[in-house]
Every structure is written in structure tokens, then in C-alpha cells.
T-cell receptor
Framework: AQKVTQAQTEISVVEKEDVTLDCVYETRDTTYYLFWYKQPPSGELVFLIRRNSFDEQNEISGRYSWNFQKSTSSFNFTITASQVVDSAVYFCALSELGYSTLTFGKGTMLLVSP | NAGVTQTPKFQVLKTGQSMTLQCAQDMNHEYMSWYRQDPGMGLRLIHYSVGAGITDQGEVPNGYNVSRSTTEDFPLRLLSAAPSQTSVYFC?????????????FGDGTRLSIL
């Protein structure tokens, strides 16, 4: 069965610091998809990125970047120059080929203080 | 587009009461699912559906019923509410049953069972 581990329960940083959120996954499939979602204090879930298992290129979107490494089964998320508005719970999730269900990690709460 | 609409947003029930959480989407998505979010547990899959008339159990299905009579609606029924079902419930939808499609989430229903 698949599993997603976010070992960091809570991270506190000061504005403008860089921060990396770790995600380690387990799956027996060779084809799978990884996702990151953001849950701000208002409670909704916001899709950030999707990555398939055949694409190990790192991705950058503004201050956000993602590092996917199959060799270590990790899909880490870095926020550069963090801002107060980045304060949220971030979830890493996995789905396997043929299934649209998501297996979520327990989430990492990021608190960015001014 | 309204996206995924969940009603109600908040509900308080007494133990043993029944109720239905409503979920509707207007994106003609085939795939719909229900998750519950508990502190420190991430989101866990309750039930899902890959199309009208087809439903299946997720990780934590006990105490919940679902049906999918139309593409648009996927209600979640609590037959006899228990305090352990106090949680935030999220409905999600996506195109088809493909793993690579990001889930579109509703804003959640916060349910308290006394």
C-alpha cells in the first residue's frame, strides 16, 4: 500500500527565510503521481503542483520550487524568501496509476512571522 | 463556475442523529470523493465514485453511506452519528479516473457530534 510521510509537523521561520518542506513516499507502482496542496487558515485546499513519476525535472514557480528524487522517494517543496501569507498547512499526496484517490501525508504547518 | 459546493458549512449533531452532507459539482467531473480531516491525521479517504451508479470504499468507510445517482451530486450520509465522526469533511472531484488529475476540493463541512 502507498504511504506518504511528512516528518515535519510544524516549522516556524521569520519572513524572508527560505524553508523546505519534506515529503517521502512509498509505493510499489512504477507509475504514480505526486501532489502538493496548501491549506491556509481559511481552511480551503489549494492545488499547487502535480508531478508524474517519469518526470524528475525540478520545477520552479515564482518563489516556489519542487525537488523530485526517485532515488530517495522524496518530493520536497522549497519556499524562497518566505512571506507571512505563506503561513498554512501544506500537504503532500500520492496517487497511483488507475486510481484517482489520494493518499495524503499528515501535513506540515508552516508559520511565517514578520 | 461554482466548482465544488458543499453544504452545510457547519453542523452540530447529537449522538445517534443522522444527516446528509451534500456535495455538488458543475464541472461535469466523473470522479468524486469524500475525505475527512482530523488534527494530526491529514486527509483520509472515506468513499469515492468513478461515475454515476458506481461507488467504492476508501480507507475509513465505516459509519458512512454514499450513492451517486447523478454526475453532479455525491452526498455523504451519516446513519447514526458518533463523537468519533467529529471532523472536517471535504468533497473533491476530478476529470475521469486518471491519477494525474488534480482534485478540486470543496470548502469543507465542519461537523461536531456531541
Amino acid at each position: 500500500a502507498q504511504k506518504v510521510t511528512q516528518a515535519q509537523t510544524e516549522i516556524s521561520v521569520v519572513e524572508k527565510e527560505d524553508v523546505t518542506l519534506d515529503c517521502v513516499y512509498e509505493t510499489r507502482d512504477t507509475t504514480y503521481y505526486l501532489f502538493w496542496y496548501k491549506q491556509p487558515p481559511s481552511g480551503e485546499l489549494v492545488f499547487l503542483i502535480r508531478r508524474n513519476s517519469f518526470d524528475e525535472q525540478n520545477e520552479i514557480s515564482g518563489r516556489y520550487s519542487w525537488n523530485f528524487q526517485k532515488s530517495t522517494s522524496s518530493f520536497n517543496f522549497t519556499i524562497t524568501a518566505s512571506q507571512v501569507v505563506d503561513s498554512a498547512v501544506y500537504f503532500c499526496a500520492l496517487s497511483e496509476l488507475g486510481y484517482s484517490t489520494l493518499t495524503f501525508g499528515k501535513g506540515t504547518m508552516l508559520l511565517v512571522s514578520p | 463556475n461554482a466548482g465544488v459546493t458543499q453544504t452545510p458549512k457547519f453542523q452540530v449533531l447529537k449522538t445517534g442523529q443522522s444527516m446528509t452532507l451534500q456535495c455538488a459539482q458543475d464541472m461535469n467531473h466523473e470522479y468524486m470523493s469524500w475525505y475527512r480531516q482530523d488534527p494530526g491525521m491529514g486527509l483520509r479517504l472515506i468513499h469515492y465514485s468513478v461515475g454515476a451508479g458506481i461507488t467504492d470504499q476508501g480507507e475509513v468507510p465505516n459509519g458512512y453511506n454514499v450513492s451517486r445517482s447523478t454526475t453532479e451530486d455525491f452526498p455523504l450520509r451519516l446513519l447514526s452519528a458518533a463523537p468519533s465522526q467529529t471532523s472536517v469533511y471535504f468533497c473533491a472531484s476530478s476529470w475521469r479516473g486518471d491519477s494525474n488529475q488534480p482534485q478540486h476540493f470543496g470548502d469543507g463541512t465542519r461537523l461536531s457530534i456531541l
